[in-house]
């Protein structure tokens, strides 16, 4: 299963809608997709499991996707997380 780690640069972690982005953009793929942070896992398909981790700006996630489509939704996703999920990052 391919996978990937990110540190999550903006501000607000990974609140409602930075999570709805991400749950968005990993719905448009068929491949499963699972966000961990500090050993805890989460379906990236669901917004309340994405929340659930409690992940804040400056922690590490690691993004797997196993299925069909896997490559190209762990891409999508790790640039997702490294521009910000939408948000501004904090300056410096």
Known sequence: MPEARVILKNPSGLHARPAAVFVQA???????????????????????AVMGLGAKCG????????????EQALATLVELVQAG???AELPG
């Open 26 to 48: 990993a719905n448009g793929f068929t491949a499963d997709i699972i966000l961990q942070r500090d050993g805890k896992e989460a379906n990236g398909k669901s917004i309340l």
């Open 59 to 70: 922690n590490e996630l690691v993004i797997r996707a196993e299925g069909a489509d896997a």
């Open 85 to 87: 999920l939408g948000e």
